[in-house]
C-alpha cells in the first residue's frame, strides 16, 4: 500500500515523491501544482531578474557613453 501524502499548495492527497515547492513554499507539491503553479513562478522569476540585469547593464553603457563623449574641464584639448 502506497502512503498518500498531502499536496502543501492546494491540500489534495497525491502519490509519490512529489515535486519541491520552492519558491511558492518550503513542502513538497503535486504534479498539477507543479506544473501550473510552481514552474511559471520560476520562469517568471528568471525573466525578471534578467530583465533587472539587463537594465542595470544598461545603465552602466548609457553611464560610461556619457562620460566618453563629453570632455571634461581638467581633459587636455585635442590636438587638430
Known amino acids: 500500500m502506497v ?11 497525491y502519490r509519490g515523491t512529489g515535486r519541491s515547492a520552492q519558491p511558492i513554499n518550503s513542502g513538497r ?3 498539477n501544482c507543479n506544473i501550473t503553479v510552481v514552474v511559471p513562478e520560476r520562469l517568471r522569476r528568471i525573466v525578471d531578474a534578467e530583465k533587472q540585469a ?27
Open 29 to 31: 507539491c503535486c504534479d
Open 54 to 80: 539587463a537594465k542595470k547593464d544598461d545603465k552602466w553603457r548609457r553611464a560610461v557613453r556619457c562620460c566618453w563623449t563629453r570632455r571634461l574641464p581638467h581633459s587636455p584639448r585635442p590636438s587638430n
Open 3 to 13: 502512503a498518500l501524502k498531502t499536496c502543501s499548495i492546494c491540500r489534495r492527497p
